[in-house]
């Protein structure tokens, strides 16, 4: 686990990338460990934030470790390999606490779609994010870009960024969605990113939990679908400790 750590405070995990000399890259062995981590029952912590050591968030799958290796792999390895790296994103999603990304520096390939599969996505104002994909004569429909990327900035705005594969600055990222917070350093970023998390750790643990999946889930739905899967989810809401005990303390206040 030395090419990432976690620290947990104040029932927030922090995972930290920390291959500072390949700028965070993502090995073999790291794809699946940090999926087994996401996939994990994290009952000890209410919300995750995703960062980089070193002031750089993810260059992407190593170069040397990753690239070249499939180079030489059947057709069959390579979409072993591709599962795998999916696998990883669907276990970021299907994560079921909140996820929040700190991002610094760059978040490049793998890195891009690992920053878009979190909640929330707090940055620095030099910071850019690249679906490269094309620059290297792939798709850029990789690892789940393609679905979750419209779902965030829209139609046009993902094929603008999928087809063209460019380094995008924070100040587009922010007009497009993308970005949820643009902050002036890489010390405020991870900041306001652990005060994110930290919010959503202290707040309806549970009801948290359930605004998750049902962003998920009505993602497919119908509205007549969506309207009663929210009705449901709710009513299991009221009958959670947390409606009773911010309610009675709401009527309290009410009263003095």
């Not at 057709?75 to 996820?99: D, G, M, S, Y």
Request: glycine share 8%; charged share 20%; net charge neutral.
């Amino acid at each position: 686990m030395s090419d990432w750590k976690v620290t947990k405070s104040d029932k927030v995990a922090t995972l930290e990338l920390s291959r500072p000399r390949t700028y965070n890259s993502i090995t073999f062995e790291m794809y699946e460990a940090l999926s087994d981590f996401f996939e994990s029952e994290l009952s000890d912590v209410n919300a995750v934030v995703i960062c980089g050591a070193n002031g750089t968030f993810c260059s992407g799958g190593d170069r040397y470790e990753i690239i070249g290796p499939l180079l030489k792999q059947s057709a069959q390895e390579q979409l072993a390999f591709t599962r795998l790296t999916c696998r990883l994103i669907k276990a970021i999603k299907e994560c079921p606490i909140p996820v929040v990304a700190a991002i610094t520096g760059s978040a490049v390939g793998a890195g891009a779609v690992i920053a878009l599969a979190a909640d929330l996505r707090v940055a620095t104002k030099d910071s850019q994010v690249g679906f490269v994909f094309p620059s290297v004569g792939l798709s850029g429909a990789d690892m789940g870009a393609a679905y979750l990327l419209q779902r965030v900035v829209g139609l046009g705005i993902a094929s603008e960024f999928l087809l063209l594969g460019k380094l995008i600055a924070a100040k587009r990222l922010k007009e497009v969605g993308f970005y949820n917070f643009v902050e002036e350093s890489n010390e405020s970023c991870h900041n306001k990113a652990q005060r994110l998390a930290r919010m959503m750790a202290d707040g309806p643990t549970f009801a948290n939990r359930v605004t998750k999946a049902m962003i998920e889930k009505t993602s497919t739905m119908s509205l007549a679908e969506a309207l009663e899967a929210e009705a449901v989810a709710q009513a299991e809401c009221m009958q959670s400790g947390e409606f009773m005990k911010a309610c009675a303390g709401f009527s309290e206040g009410r009263g003095r």
